[in-house]
């Protein structure tokens, strides 16, 4: 693409998972579920391998970041080999994560809509490149391809900051949730058709 968006491949595991790993490091929900910096790019990167780049389509901007899609009606569970390799490093690195992130996981199964949708996982720019518009390039081809087939889109907001980027390309809040501890979450979801503004 152009615009230097890609489409990231099978063997771009390990850059997606450490782009969007590391611009998420910092995230409240996400260090409130997983712990440190460390052990949120090793689950990111993971969840890039087995569930986004198998069962979705991604996309990056070189190594400055990327986005993670889930298609309609796709698990986003992992299978159970890497699960095991994540709980064990969790343990090791902080035990409580474990539970923290079953209830955070169960908390937005029970508020992921049921009417078809492709799920925004995560979206996630360099600290160094944010505020250039990346994000938008990024969401661009998938939000398009959305309104081309008629396909809703769906996403947890966890960082405020981003709500007026998602509202901007057609998404509308919804009631904010999260498990008893954790920071909260904002479901936006989005009908297929705002074409113009996702492409702007």
Known sequence: ????????????????????????????????????????????????????????RCYMIGDTAGAMWLDVGASKALPLLPTGLLAARMILRSPRSIARALALDAAMQARRPAAPHRYLFAVGVAEAARGQGFGRLLLA???????????????????????????????????AFSPPGCPPLMPMWREPGDRASSQG
């Open 141 to 175: 081809p998938m939000l398009a391809d959305c309104d081309q087939h008629g396909i809703a889109a769906y996403l947890e907001n966890s960082n405020p900051r981003n709500a007026s980027l998602y509202q901007s390309l057609g998404f509308v809040a919804g009631e």
């Open 1 to 56: 693409m152009d615009n230097g968006v890609e489409p990231a491949g099978p063997n771009d595991w390990r850059r997606l998972g450490m782009v969007v790993g590391s611009a998420f490091a910092e995230d409240a929900v996400s260090r409130w579920s997983l712990g440190d910096a460390p052990m949120i790019v090793a689950t990111f990167t993971m969840l890039a391998r087995h569930v986004y780049l198998r069962r979705g």
